[in-house]
């Protein structure tokens, strides 16, 4: 029986590198890696501003912070930037994204977010580890970079493709309901380590690429994203086990940034937005 499930999680993986195959017209901006996408624009858009609405209701919006200008031009900056990259590469129309920010009281929460539709979170957290306009420029780069590249579409649609099959290979293999919820179990583990963790670190790897270039056009110093990552290191801890996490370890993250940086200065452009 073991023998036979493991068979059937390794035809899940066949189903998706086939899946990715069959998909291959869809590709990321910059990247250009082939991609899958299961759930249509319009359903994440609904799914977004629902989330979007319900995180604002929840929340304590600062209508005015220190930080208000600098964010005004770094969201304008990188908007312009990202709806240009659409335009060149992407396969969603610019006027899909609703480029907008809302700045989020939460001292202890180091973090920012943009959902695949272009609204954005920014918590006051992350404004120590960020330090400065080119620092918020880096984490902001790197949510705008998620959404441009369709990583809340590819995901969701992943994850509902994984619960699918995995309804379908233990169904298929156990002969009692306690037997199925136990088989179940074990799959749900295997597929978020064998699967779904190393999928999402791709796409953290991938942000980060894209995220530079979207900050050097915009005319931020690409370089300063070492540093930034360094800060949020030691704030947040390193993990070696990044097998286990759905984002790389620290580290592992700042060697890619420094291969990823000579592409990044080519397009450092400084000049194109002095007054």
Same mark, same amino acid.
């Given at each position: 029986?073991?023998?036979?499930?493991?068979?059937?999680?390794?035809?899940?993986?066949?189903?998706?590198?086939?899946?990715?195959?069959?998909?291959?017209?869809?590709?990321?901006?910059?990247?250009?890696?082939?991609?899958?996408?299961?759930?249509?624009?319009?359903?994440?858009?609904?799914?977004?501003?629902? !989330?979007?609405?319900?995180?604002?209701?929840?929340?304590?919006?600062?209508?005015?912070?220190?930080?208000?200008?600098?964010?005004?031009?770094?969201?304008?900056?990188?908007?312009? +930037?990202?709806?240009?990259?659409?335009?060149?590469?992407?396969?969603?129309? +610019?006027?899909?994204?609703?480029?907008?920010?809302?700045?989020?009281?939460?001292?202890?929460?180091?973090? %920012?977010?943009?959902?695949?539709?272009?609204?954005?979170?920014? @918590?006051?957290?992350?404004?120590?580890?960020?330090?400065?306009?080119?620092?918020? !420029?880096?984490?902001?780069?790197?949510?705008?970079?998620?959404?441009?590249?369709?990583?809340?579409?590819?995901?969701?649609?992943?994850?509902?493709?994984?619960?699918?099959?995995?309804?379908?290979?233990?169904?298929?293999?156990?002969?009692?309901? %306690?037997?199925?919820?136990?088989?179940?179990?074990?799959?749900?583990?295997?597929?978020?380590?064998?699967?779904?963790?190393?999928?999402?670190?791709?796409?953290?790897?991938?942000?980060?690429?894209?995220?530079?270039?979207?900050? !050097?056009?915009?005319?931020?110093?690409?370089?300063?994203?070492?540093?930034?990552?360094?800060?949020?290191?030691?704030?947040?801890?390193?993990?070696? @086990?990044?097998?286990?996490?759905?984002?790389? %370890?620290?580290?592992?993250?700042?060697?890619?940034?420094?291969?990823?940086?000579?592409?990044?200065?080519?397009?450092?452009?400084?000049?194109?937005?002095?007054?």
């Amino acid at each position: 029986m073991k023998s036979r499930f493991i068979q059937g999680l390794t035809l899940v993986s066949f189903l998706f590198g086939f899946m990715s195959v069959i998909s291959g017209c869809s590709t990321v901006p910059i990247t250009g890696r082939s991609q899958v996408k299961l759930v249509s624009s319009t359903e994440m858009d609904k799914m977004s501003f629902a !989330a979007y609405e319900e995180i604002l209701l929840t929340s304590n919006v600062l209508t005015k912070h220190e930080y208000s200008d600098e964010l005004d031009r770094i969201v304008y900056r990188l908007s312009t +930037v990202a709806n240009e990259i659409i335009a060149e590469q992407g396969d969603l129309d +610019v006027s899909y994204y609703k480029w907008d920010y809302r700045i989020l009281k939460a001292d202890d929460y180091a973090n %920012a977010v943009c959902f695949p539709n272009g609204k954005m979170l920014v @918590y006051t957290g992350i404004l120590p580890i960020a330090q400065n306009e080119t620092g918020l !420029a880096v984490i902001m780069g790197h949510e705008v970079s998620h959404a441009i590249a369709n990583h809340g579409r590819e995901q969701v649609g992943r994850q509902g493709l994984t619960e699918f099959f995995g309804n379908v290979v233990t169904g298929a293999l156990a002969e009692t309901e %306690a037997e199925r919820q136990r088989m179940m179990k074990t799959y749900d583990a295997l597929a978020q380590v064998g699967l779904l963790l190393p999928y999402s670190r791709v796409q953290e790897y991938e942000a980060d690429r894209i995220g530079l270039i979207l900050m !050097a056009r915009a005319g931020y110093d690409p370089r300063e994203a070492i540093p930034f990552w360094e800060r949020m290191m030691y704030k947040m801890g390193d993990n070696p @086990y990044d097998f286990l996490s759905t984002h790389p %370890a620290s580290t592992k993250r700042i060697e890619q940034l420094q291969q990823f940086m000579p592409e990044a200065m080519e397009n450092y452009n400084p000049d194109r937005w002095k007054k």
